[in-house]
């Protein structure tokens, strides 16, 4: 059983369009990553988010991380096809890192 | 700087052989982390070092997986005999600190092990 679930598991856009990835648990972190891993790569650190109800913004890319530091999203504005690839969040706890199970994003030219 | 160095890309391997990764961390990293990701589990964590020195590794599905850290440069995976269901991709990582809001961990590109 995975400590964080994401969701959807898969996401498939047009180009323009915008989307939301869901992460959540039940248990509190200290804080929490998101990393973006493209095929035949690691995965590659966006973000990370340490107080409660805090919102990040990258460019078109906005983290929130939830009032209880149990669940966060990502939402992406006018989604480009360099945005596709395989999105994790990642929870810090007892100085460990708990990965999400990852959402696969494809944006389609 | 070359970023975290593993080896190799690609492993194949028929059951009952032994299999050694190799992982060479970003220079003056104190943390090193081994990860397994399958699609059934997604990313593990195995094991952790702290200045070589293995601190977590709560992660290591059974004996048959060992990891070492001889020095601040080299790190090695090893699993003794491999079976089929240890076909995954495994990373290695390292960070200056150790999951704190400032700490950023480094992927390495990761070593495709396939299991006959």
């Known amino acids: 059983t995975q400590l964080l679930e994401q969701s959807p598991q898969f996401l498939s856009i047009q180009e323009g369009e915008n989307l939301t990835v869901y992460c959540n648990s039940s248990?509190?972190?200290?804080?929490l990553q998101w990393y973006r891993q493209e095929p035949g790569e690691g995965p590659v650190l966006l973000v990370t988010?340490?107080?409660?109800?805090e919102v990040k913004k990258l460019k078109r890319l906005t983290f929130q991380f939830g009032d209880a530091r149990k669940d966060s999203s990502l939402h992406i504005t006018a989604a480009q096809p360099g945005d596709t690839g395989l999105y994790l969040c990642a929870g810090a706890r007892d100085y460990k890192l708990s990965f999400g199970a990852g959402t696969t994003v494809t944006v389609r030219a | 700087d070359a970023g975290v160095i593993q080896s190799p890309r690609h492993e194949v391997t028929e059951m009952g052989q032994e299999v050694t990764l190799r992982c060479k961390p970003i220079s003056g990293h104190d943390y090193l982390f081994w990860y397994r990701q399958t699609m059934m589990r997604g990313l593990e964590l195995l094991i952790y070092?702290?200045?070589?020195?293995?601190?977590?590794d709560s992660g290591m599905p059974e004996d048959r997986f060992s990891a070492k850290m001889p020095n601040a440069s080299f790190s090695t995976l090893k699993i003794q005999p491999s079976e089929p269901r240890d076909s995954a991709v495994y990373f290695c990582?390292?960070?200056?600190?150790?999951?704190?809001?400032?700490?950023?961990?480094?992927f390495g590109p990761g070593t495709r092990l396939t299991v006959l």
């Open positions: 988010v340490v107080t409660g109800g």
């Open positions: 990582a390292s960070s200056l600190g150790l999951a704190r809001s400032t700490d950023t961990q480094y």
């Open positions: 070092f702290n200045n070589n020195v293995p601190i977590d």
């Open positions: 248990s509190v972190f200290s804080s």
